[in-house]
């Protein structure tokens, strides 16, 4: 007799997202339990027509609490648990049930693939991985985040979820005695994409939660790492989030990812001096080498150190192929006056990209050596390929009247007017250049006679920052980009 399965959920409000999850497990699935914790939508209806069996239970603070409410009221012989907002990967109805029949593992770790907008984009100290195309649904997305979590296990009544958020298994059922393995099948999970709205509501929550949850385990690394990075990349608040790396490290010495993030807060605020020693505990603790020589590197370059930041970079790029590190490096390049080399390396880093991070770092470079007209040439190209914006566009304007090429400035305006038509901003610009005279431009030193909103692009001092964006968002609220507050993204 075939051992069966059941898919655990907790859901509130899943939406067409729990329709499409549902979807996935058809085959695959013996039962279909959900705790619902209060849908306002049709979400009890929609799995009601899959055959779930939906039970409602109060909402109270604690994810852990919720899942194990589901746990209990299963079933089958194996535990399969997903959220609204993933799907079973298409080849995962021939291997789910081949894992079933192991009699050496009472649980799975499965690999999650979080999809998200843009490359720049991380997942604790994970970057981006590009789209292969396996599954349709996802050709929009440009790259994944990937990360491990135990997502089938027996029914047994001592495997329960623990923690009252970020939640896991896996290290309960290996306290009991149980044996872990590695699922050959994968998760396909969207919540990274959801609307800017949802994340910072759900980071909110993850905050309140988070805090309580290091009340209840004081002596959890793992517990002062969440929070810290709630607070690091959701809120700014810096120093509250190194007290809490600092003790997370304290409670567990070789937790690289805390070591890692101690050094990010330390480099926020401006504590570059500090930040390698952290980055260097990072790798020997098993952190990624690439990343942690990456974003030593980005600590050399703002203590002015290029000759050590060239050299972190160089080891970086031989543990990753990565368009940022080969960017970054040819940015130190020209700080260190081997400009046209380290050109070529900038705009081998932007060929076929769309990657806003590494046209605004080419751009900084050509400033920072005087080609202003190429900078301009390039924040067009930008435009282009990664995107329109007014800002970018006011930036460019801005670079075309420094490189005394107004002609230039009027025809970027007035592209930028047919995508804005509405902006007063640019229309006043658009007066401006067609009153103004080539001559009198030029006279007045390129911009003198143009008000932009947007700060002088020359000579401004870029700083790198060592952190891409953050994607995850149970801990993580993205930002908007922020265009040309100085010339490059990487600037603090």
């Not at 990664?386 to 304007?397: D, E, K, N």
């Not at 038509?421 to 009153?435: F, M």
Request: aromatic content about 8%; proline content about 4%.
């Amino acid at each position: 007799m075939n051992p069966t399965v059941a898919l655990s959920m907790i859901v509130r409000n899943g939406g067409e997202d729990l329709a499409r999850c549902l979807t996935s497990v058809r085959g695959i699935v013996d039962e279909i339990v959900i705790a619902d914790t209060g849908s306002e939508d049709l979400s009890i209806a929609l799995a009601e027509n899959f055959g779930a069996r939906v039970i409602g239970i109060p909402w109270q603070d604690d994810f852990a609490a919720a899942r194990n409410a589901s746990l209990r009221e299963a079933k089958s012989d194996w535990i399969l648990v997903l959220d609204a907002d993933e799907q079973l990967d298409d080849q995962a109805r021939a291997q789910v049930p081949a894992a079933l029949h192991n009699p050496g593992v009472d649980g799975y770790q499965v690999t999650i693939r979080n999809y998200v907008l843009g490359m720049d984009e991380r997942l604790w100290d994970r970057t981006a991985i590009s789209n292969d195309g396996r599954l349709s649904r996802a050709d929009i997305f440009e790259g994944y985040l990937p990360h491990q979590n135990v997502r089938l296990f027996r029914n047994n009544p001592e495997f329960c979820f623990e923690g009252r958020v970020h939640e896991t298994v896996g290290a309960r059922i290996e306290s009991v005695g149980g044996r872990l393995g590695q699922a050959e099948f994968i998760i396909h999970h969207f919540g990274f994409t959801a609307a800017p709205d949802q994340r910072a509501a759900k980071n909110i929550l993850y905050r309140e939660l988070g805090r309580r949850k290091v009340k209840e385990m004081p002596r959890s690394a793992q517990a002062h790492f969440e929070l810290g990075l709630v607070e690091f990349d959701n809120f700014h608040n810096d120093a509250e989030a190194l007290r809490l790396f600092i003790r997370a490290c304290e409670l567990n010495e070789r937790m690289a990812v805390a070591w890692f993030f101690r050094g990010m807060a330390l480099a926020r605020l401006s504590r570059h001096a500090e930040a390698p020693a952290c980055f260097q505990r990072a790798r020997q603790c098993g952190g990624d080498v690439a990343q942690c020589r990456q974003v030593e590197g980005d600590a050399f370059y703002n203590c002015r150190q290029f000759d050590q930041a060239r050299r972190a970079y160089i080891r970086a790029g031989k543990q990753s192929r990565s368009r940022e590190v080969l960017s970054k490096l040819g940015l130190t390049e020209i700080r260190l006056g081997h400009v046209e080399p380290g050109l070529k390396k900038m705009r081998a880093a932007i060929e076929n990209s769309r990657s806003p991070q590494l046209f605004d770092r080419l751009i900084t470079g050509l400033v920072n050596v005087g080609r202003i007209a190429e900078a301009a040439a390039v924040s067009e190209e930008k435009l282009t390929s990664t995107g329109f914006s007014q800002p970018a566009f006011l930036r460019t304007v801005t670079l075309w009247v420094y490189a005394k090429q107004p002609e230039r400035a009027l025809r970027t305006v007035m592209t930028a007017l047919e995508k804005f038509p509405g902006s007063a901003e640019l229309q006043g610009i658009h007066r401006q250049l067609t009153q103004l005279g080539d001559n009198t431009m030029v006279a007045q030193g390129g911009a003198g006679g143009l008000k932009v909103s947007e700060p002088s692009p020359i000579g401004t001092e870029n700083k790198l920052s060592p952190e891409p964006k953050s994607a995850d968002p149970a801990i993580a609220n993205r930002t908007s980009e922020k265009e040309y507050q100085h010339v490059s993204q990487h600037t603090q």
